[in-house]
T-cell receptor, first 113, second 113 residues
Framework: DAGVIQSPRHEVTEMGQEVTLRCKLI?????LFWYRQTMMRGLELLIY????????DSGMPEDRFSAKMPNASFSTLKIQPSEPRDSAVYFC???????????FGSGTQLSVL | QQQVKQSPQSLIVQKGGISIINCAYE??????FPWYQQFPGKGPALLIA?????SEKKEGRFTISFNKSAKQFSLHIMDSQPGDSATYFC????????????FGTGTLLAVQP
């Protein structure tokens, strides 16, 4: 099992640019979570999906953030336009809906200059 | 508003000692209490978890103690080893349709040889 795969591992961009983060779920998992990790705020849940349907997006900080699941195994998190305060490590995680154990990817380190 | 309060923020323990990390919560609707371990450059990984119907769970050197009336739970690492040096997160989970995890702010543990 390859685990949750995130790309890119590192992203450096300039303020105002569009950023797209990608995530491939573990085969057989049907729940997908996007978290953001910063020193100040720890791990914050941004949004999660069950069976490709967004269930709770209350953690999405602003309209500049959007997330999609175009199919059962893939998700994107887009920031447009990006700002320096968006700099953080972004994790996606997946699981089977009926189970509690959450599997995290290795994260995308985003730096917005 | 932080739903779970984790302490301490950082901890230094000598090899062979006991590491203790505490978490407190308010909402009694939560029914799943995991601890995740994160190494630098990696995503968090499930270490051990407990449900409120038991007061303690032990897996190897790792023990969760749960105090339902006080709404507190803690992680004990016995015979701490340098390889245990990592960031530890407690989390709150709720079964059913919500099925998401709310994480504490993390504890950076350093085990000195």
């Amino acid at each position: 099992d390859a685990g949750v795969i995130q790309s890119p591992r590192h992203e450096v961009t300039e303020m105002g640019q569009e950023v797209t983060l990608r995530c491939k779920l573990i085969s057989g998992h049907n729940s997908l979570f996007w978290y953001r990790q910063t020193m100040m705020r720890g791990l914050e849940l941004l949004i999660y999906f069950n069976n490709n349907v967004p269930i709770d997006d209350s953690g999405m900080p602003e309209d500049r953030f959007s997330a999609k699941m175009p199919n059962a195994s893939f998700s994107t998190l887009k920031i447009q336009p990006s700002e320096p305060r968006d700099s953080a490590v972004y994790f996606c995680a997946s699981k089977r809906t009926v189970e509690e154990k959450l599997f995290f990817g290795s994260g995308t380190q985003l730096s917005v200059l | 508003q932080q739903q779970v309060k984790q302490s301490p923020q950082s901890l230094i323990v000598q090899k062979g000692g006991i590491s203790i990390i505490n978490c407190a919560y308010e909402n009694t609707a939560f029914d799943y209490f995991p601890w995740y371990q994160q190494f630098p450059g990696k995503g968090p990984a499930l270490l051990i978890a407990i449900r409120p119907d038991v007061s303690e769970k032990k897996e190897g050197r790792f023990t969760i103690s749960f105090n339902k009336s006080a709404k507190q739970f803690s992680l004990h690492i016995m015979d701490s080893q340098p390889g245990d040096s990592a960031t530890y997160f407690c989390a709150l989970g709720q079964g059913g349709a919500t099925n998401k995890l709310i994480f504490g702010t993390g504890t950076l543990l350093a085990v000195q040889p």
